[in-house]
């Protein structure tokens, strides 16, 4: 890793859950890169991996859970000095983890009514990582996080600040999740599904806050979503995963005007196209995602792939290619044209 602009890299990360069926590979060789102040969106279908992929960056998996392999770069400087640290190098809740979790990447996640606490007071929650990480007394961490509460947009947050989880709306926990995940300025913001559980007008709300408040902060976000109206919206690069893997990565332009590994194709081609009406017919991509304890050999995707090569596709496993022009893909049919 080198520090022309580079924030986090991660290199053959594996993380498996051994149960008593067998062997979950959740993550399963995951590689990509993410730059200072980019928006960077991980995008698949359900179970490819996505979340585990990202709590894995912080050691955030639970036993049966472990990562097994890989690194985690992660640049930590606040200056053009690098200060590279391997976060997979870490045990886990050691002192240099819980110096960055919360205080240089912070998580945002799924649902706010299960992931915040309900018995203390929003204001409790949010000064927690101010007194844990800065030498802020209670009375100005109370003041930061009354202000913080205003940044994203909660009316009398003076009053706000005393109240618990089940006082809010579900628009108002997930603004106060993401006061809380803003709390000590983090340099990286992982968000995983923010929206899911709120109507569109309140989803649309809180994108435009993560806008807002990245341009303020000066910090990278890690969007994780199913929603590729989202990613097209505000997204910088793209991964998409599948099956533990990340089969391309590309600028978001390159992406959608052109996007390379069959999957990426199929699940562009499954999202309904405003103007066509009723009349349009959706074109989902066939199949379903494979048994986690029965991956199929060669290219996990070979099964539901229009474009497999009979022969090669159910045999070789692919190898994440660098094309000429800067963007990796997961292919056969791109192999020969590595840079």
Known sequence: MDSHGLLLQVKDLRTHFF???GTVRAVDGVDFTLTRRSTIGIVGESGCGKSVMAYSILQLITKPGR???GNVFFDRSDNDTPDIVDLTSFKENSPQLRAVRGKDISLIFQEPMNSLSPVHTIGDQITEGMLLHTKMTKAEATKEAIDLLREVGIPKPEERINNYTFQLSGGMRQRAMIAAALACSPKLLIADEPTTALDVT???QILDLLKKLQEHFGMAIMLITHDLGVVAETCDEVVVMYLGEVVEQAAVDQLFHD?????TQALLKSVPKLGYGRKQKLDPIRGSIPDPFSRPTGCPF????EKRIVGKCEVIHPKLTTLPDGRTVRCLLYEDQES
């Open 302 to 305: 070979h099964e539901r792939c």
């Open 259 to 263: 996007p390379l590994h069959p999957y």
């Open 67 to 69: 990562i097994v392999s």
């Open 19 to 21: 149960l008593r069926e």
């Open 202 to 204: 309140t989803q649309a």
